[in-house]
């Protein structure tokens, strides 16, 4: 009798351990402090949800990184991250010179991904969700980001690769820097009253706006200088630019027009045209050029900031 007993305690025992354990590890599989799911018990893996809501498999310190957009790219950079290779758009810094390509953003070279040998690819949702099992098969973990994430196009990009990467605070530390700029520059330009702007793209005749959730986009909301083109828009999810309607520009009557281009001649199209020259800014000379320089992967951040606000006030930076 005492045996039995004895038995039963110990299998009682046994019972309450196998308990302990397998509560245990339930809670080490649930969030940890940055929000994310850890994968299993050894923490070498963690589960992130992209802007795909996918649920994507991740090393918890990937050590061979890609990004498939220039923007990206600058933000890997920004984070003290050489990425493996580079996309053709991004040109501005010295640093990635070296790297081997993959080809345009619109058009990467799987093959050349495959020999690069990435732990992880940040993708783009506009550019990249065709090539998904492509990118997939490169045994990568595959990160598909949105570049109209959150409310500033500038920084919650940078924000979001960091958590993956598990460099927070240097993405704290940038995004500090960017924040006292910009907070200087809207303080250097605000004599000049630019309250509201447009940027296009191209001539005067098809109608291409910046979108709010784009990089030009962010570059007005950091200055303090609010889009007239609306979120929501149609399309605003494929492109940075998307169709505007010259009734909305015409009663909006912005301070302000950008167009993009590497020439003031481009301009001349919109100061002949009668459906244009009769805005305020064109009539008073606050149709703008902005060059091509200025864009995503071409030049700094900082640079972007300092030059747009430069042609917007100029006397304001003159020595």
């Known amino acids: 009798m005492k045996k039995n007993s004895l038995n039963m ?3 009682l025992v046994l019972l309450i351990g196998v308990m302990f354990l397998t509560v245990n590890c339930y ?15 050894s923490g070498e893996t963690r589960v992130v949800a992209d802007h795909l809501k996918r649920e994507v498999t991740i090393l918890r310190h990937p050590k061979r990184v890609l990004a498939l957009n220039p923007l990206m790219m600058e933000d890997l950079f920004c984070l003290g991250i050489k990425p493996v290779g580079k ?15 993959v080809g345009f953003q619109q058009s990467p070279n799987i093959e050349m991904i495959h020999a690069l040998k990435p732990d992880i690819i940040f993708a783009h949702t506009r550019a990249h969700v065709q090539l998904l099992k ?13 570049p109209s994430f959150g409310e500033d196009p500038l920084l919650d990009i940078l924000k979001f690769i960091a958590n993956v990467v598990n460099e927070n605070d240097k993405a704290a530390a940038y995004v500090k820097k960017i924040d006292d700029l910009s907070k200087l520059l809207r303080k250097e330009i605000n004599f000049c ?17 910046a979108q709010s959730g784009s990089f030009y986009g962010g570059l007005l909301s950091r200055l303090g200088i609010e889009n007239i083109v609306p979120d929501g828009m149609p399309g605003a999810g494929k492109a940075a630019f998307i169709s ?51 864009g995503p992967g071409k030049m700094s951040l900082e640079e972007a900031l300092k ?12 020595e």
Request: net charge negative; glycine share 6%; aromatic share 6%.
């Open 9 to 11: 305690f110990i299998v």
């Open 27 to 41: 809670a080490k599989e649930g969030l940890n402090d940055d929000g994310l799911q850890e994968k299993n018990n």
């Open 87 to 101: 996309v053709d758009d991004f040109t501005h810094r010295v640093e990635a010179e070296d790297l081997p390509s």
């Open 134 to 146: 492509s990118l997939e098969s490169t045994g990568a973990a595959v990160v598909f980001i949105n």
């Open 193 to 209: 009253e630019a309250d509201e702007a447009l940027i296009l793209q191209g001539g005067s005749e098809t109608i291409l706006a």
């Open 244 to 294: 505007f309607d010259i009734e909305i520009i015409t009663q909006k009557n912005p301070d302000i027009i950008f167009v993009t281009g590497n020439s003031k001649n481009i301009l001349s199209n919109y100061n002949n045209d009668p459906q244009w020259s009769n805005l305020r800014a064109v009539r008073e000379g606050r149709l703008l050029l902005l060059p091509l320089q200025i």
């Open 307 to 318: 030059k747009t606000a430069n042609i917007i006030c100029p006397m304001a930076f003159k």
